[in-house]
């Protein structure tokens, strides 16, 4: 147990609450004290209590039970958005860090074209063009941030073609793949997953947001940003049934971001000899 | 940077003419409209008459509303960019005042707190805060109107009043993000030699901060507030639409919801050269504030 010590506090605190949030969208279902989209019009606007700890929304259904179910798919939307932009971002990176000219060129205008439009506009052009589905949504959020991945990878990927072991592995006659793979990858991995923490909090919010617009998931069904939508007209009244999701997803990205700094702490060696 | 800004709008309508290629699969009710519009003409054809119309500044006719849109996306534009000029002054301000304030008292108790805060307001979603602020200012207290938009003929207060809430929706996220960043980059210029060099002269420390610290450590931070002109203007669509603000962001959604593809294309276009014209002003900027790269390759990046 001494390396969990030795880890920064900001990992393991952002870390622990990670976990219990994602422990409580897997379990969600079967933890829920209602079916989520369970209706009942006499138990309509309840202020939390007892029976229903966060309250009911305008159809008498619970916000708990719906705050959990939201958490599968907006948590979903955060790190299958991520998972995309890394598959698609990072060989793209790759491929133009080491092969450079012409494949770099093409590469990086690309990124360059896409990095042109803001990303939730980028959100909003993906997804009003298909119907909805939350699949389609983390997919259209990862697509936003393969650019940034791209030119990541390939600042890291310059760095290291330029040392003496790539060389070696070039002398020894390695297919470009190999040395892509086993030499160049392993030791870009450092700042590559310091980034990703951080996009993860950043798809989070702009899944919610997106889907807070109206661009995401439809109803029954409920992530953490339409909750907040569906609760605005009766906002004064029933606070709560907007308080809720937006604290989860306050807390969320708070402990995000925390175990993106304790990884940059611990991955980043410049930090450590620095600051500290 | 200007290479990418002319070969970006170059490109760019092409991948909202091909927008109406999803928009044949999915609609059925603009048929009649469509022969029209003659939408049925292959894409490159229209894409040429769009473009070309677009060159002559003709943006088309909205399709629900029938009317021709560059005077509406005028509007919506001044509109927006009131919104837009008066939170990226106020961000640039308080931002950079709470950065160096922290960044010359580090490790002091109101470094602590202001971090702390800052940590918070980064994590709030913008349409969260917009719930809070108006259910605790709207609907509590009823200072300020919840939702809205009033000219400015309507007298000054009252168009203060509808735009304070959207405003500071807006910049609480943003402020917090500058903060920091001119915190940590205030720090490291803090421990440089010249900062040394300066204070052994003798200059009192408000110079030393002003004239010799303060400019190199708002080198970062202006690369960072021009990425900020993108995250505003998500944000402004976001915040326009809580607020029933009736900017360039809750039209485009309106036109979105609407399928009035002519006006989504033109909002998208719209707001696609203004953040290029903002990426080009950061990198004006950035050249005037430092030195190094404003001669040699001015052209590269």
């Known amino acids: ?276 | 940077m200007s290479v990418l800004i002319f070969w970006a709008t170059q490109v760019m309508p092409g991948d909202v003419a091909q927008m109406i290629v999803g928009q044949f699969a999915t609609e059925e009710q603009v048929r009649a409209v469509r022969a029209k519009l003659r939408l049925d003409d292959p894409i490159h054809v229209q894409y040429l008459r769009w473009a070309g119309a677009l060159l002559r500044g003709d943006l088309g006719l909205s399709l629900m509303m029938d009317r021709p849109i560059a005077p509406l996306i005028r509007e919506a534009i001044v509109r927006s960019a009131v919104l837009a000029g008066i939170s990226i002054v106020l961000v640039a301000a308080v931002g950079i005042w709470l950065g160096v304030f922290t960044g010359v008292r580090k490790d002091s108790k109101a470094d602590h707190a202001v971090s702390v805060g800052m940590y918070f307001f980064i994590s709030v979603p913008e349409f969260f805060w917009a719930i809070v602020v108006i259910l605790v200012f709207a609907g509590y207290l009823g200072w300020l109107p919840a939702t809205g938009y009033a000219p400015l003929s309507d007298g000054f207060w009252t168009w203060l009043k509808h735009i304070i809430l959207p405003v500071s929706t807006l910049v609480t996220g943003l402020v917090a993000h500058i903060a920091r960043l001119t915190r940590s980059s205030m720090i490291e210029t803090m421990q440089s030699q010249y900062v040394t060099a300066a204070r052994a002269k003798g200059l009192p420390e408000r110079i030393v901060i002003r004239r010799h610290a303060l400019r190199n450590a708002l080198v970062p931070t202006i690369t960072v507030l021009a990425i900020d002109v993108g995250l505003l203007m998500g944000g402004i669509v976001v915040v326009e639409t809580v607020f029933s603000y009736p900017g360039l962001g809750r039209m485009l959604i309106f036109a979105i919801e609407q399928k009035d593809i002519p006006v989504v294309q033109a909002g998208i276009l719209a707001v696609t050269a203004v953040y290029a014209l903002a990426n080009l002003a950061a990198d004006l900027a950035y050249a005037y504030f430092n030195p190094r790269i404003r001669y040699g390759n001015a052209v590269a990046g």
């Open chain 1, 1 to 276: 147990m001494r390396w969990l010590a030795r880890l920064p506090l900001s990992l393991l605190a952002g870390g622990g609450v990670f976990a219990l949030i994602a422990f409580a969208a897997l379990l969600g279902p079967a933890i829920a004290p209602y079916p989520y989209d369970g209706i009942d019009i006499m138990a309509r606007f309840l202020p939390p209590g007892p029976a229903h700890w966060f309250g009911t929304d305008e159809f008498g259904r619970d916000v708990l039970s719906r705050l959990l179910h939201g958490a599968r798919l907006s948590l979903l939307m955060g790190i299958g958005a991520t998972a995309v932009s890394l598959l698609v971002g990072v060989p793209l990176g790759l491929a133009a860090g080491y092969y450079g000219g012409r494949v770099d060129e093409s590469i990086m205008r690309l990124v360059d074209l896409l990095i042109s439009v803001p990303p939730i506009l980028m959100g909003i052009l993906i997804l009003s063009m298909t119907p909805p589905n939350p699949w389609k949504t983390a997919i259209a959020v990862g697509f936003i941030y393969v650019p940034i991945m791209v030119r990541l990878t390939r600042g890291v990927t310059l760095e290291i073609v330029a040392e003496e072991f790539v060389l070696a592995a070039r002398a020894r006659g390695e297919r470009p793949w190999y040395i892509l793979g086993a030499e160049i990858l392993p030791n870009a991995w450092p700042p590559i997953i310091v980034e990703s923490a951080l996009r993860v909090t950043f798809a989070i919010m702009l899944g919610a947001a997106l889907s807070f617009l109206g661009l995401g998931v439809h109803p029954p069904a409920s992530d953490w940003g339409l909750m907040i939508a569906e609760a605005r007209p009766f906002i004064v009244e029933a606070p709560w049934v907007a308080i809720a999701p937006g604290i989860v997803l306050c807390i969320t990205v708070i402990a995000v971001n925390l175990v993106g700094d304790g990884l940059r702490e611990v991955l980043d060696p410049r930090l450590k000899r620095g600051r500290r």
